[in-house]
C-alpha cells in the first residue's frame, strides 16, 4: 500500500482521468489523488483508501450523475457513497443538487469537504434539478461511526442520521439552510 501511481485529471493527462478509475487501481491503504478540475461522476468507495484533492479543495469539484438503483438502493442521485469502509475524503468540494453523499456502515473519515448546494434545501419549494430526484447533503446510515470534520455545508439539503449510526461531527460550519435530521431513535451525532 502506498500513494496510487500517478495522478487523476479530467483532462487526461494523468494516469487515469476519473476519480472511479482511479478507485478501481487503489487497494486498502492507497491514496488517491485528484488534481483540480470538474468531475461529473458517481463514486463507489468499498476500499480503505484515501481520496483526496490534490490541492484547494475550491478547485477539485465533484458533480453527482448516478441515480436510484444504479450502486445503490438508496434514493437519489449522489456524489460518492462509502459502504462499510475506513475510507477517508478530503479536500474537495461536493456541488448541486444531485451531490450528495451517502455512508452506509463502517468509520469513513470526511474532511475539509465543501457541499455546495447539495440536495433540495428543507422547507424550500424548488424543485429538484435532477429528474430522479435528490436527497440529503450528507446520509449516515447503516449503523456507521462516520467522522466530519473541518467541511463547510452551504446552501443545500440535510445532514441525515439514521439506522443506529453514531456519527461525530467537529468543527464544520451549516450556512443558509442545512440543519441535522436524527432519523431514528438510537440515533446520535
Do not use: W
Request: hydrophobic share 35%; glycine share 16%; aromatic share 6%.
Amino acid at each position: 500500500p502506498g500513494v496510487f501511481s500517478g495522478l487523476v485529471c479530467p483532462d487526461g493527462s494523468g494516469v487515469v482521468a476519473t476519480i472511479t478509475e482511479g478507485v478501481a487501481l487503489a487497494g486498502d491503504g492507497d491514496t488517491v489523488l485528484i488534481r483540480p478540475g470538474v468531475y461529473q461522476e458517481s463514486v463507489l468507495v468499498e476500499e480503505d483508501i484515501r481520496l483526496a484533492g490534490d490541492g484547494d479543495r475550491e478547485a477539485v469539484i465533484v458533480e453527482g450523475t448516478a441515480g436510484s438503483g444504479s450502486i445503490t438502493s438508496l434514493t437519489g442521485p449522489y456524489s460518492f457513497v462509502l459502504v462499510d469502509s475506513e475510507a477517508v475524503l478530503s479536500d474537495l468540494t461536493i456541488r448541486g443538487m444531485a451531490g450528495q453523499v451517502i455512508v452506509s456502515g463502517g468509520r469513513p473519515t470526511l474532511q475539509r469537504l465543501s457541499f455546495q448546494g447539495t440536495g433540495v434545501p428543507y422547507g424550500k419549494n424548488d424543485p429538484c434539478a435532477d429528474p430522479r430526484g435528490c436527497g440529503n447533503s450528507l446520509l449516515i446510515t447503516g449503523g456507521s461511526a462516520a467522522s466530519v470534520t473541518d467541511s463547510l455545508f452551504v446552501g443545500g439539503a440535510d445532514l441525515a442520521v439514521d439506522g443506529d449510526s453514531n456519527p461525530v461531527f467537529e468543527d464544520n460550519e451549516l450556512l443558509d439552510g442545512p440543519h441535522f435530521y436524527l432519523a431514528d431513535p438510537g440515533d446520535e451525532a
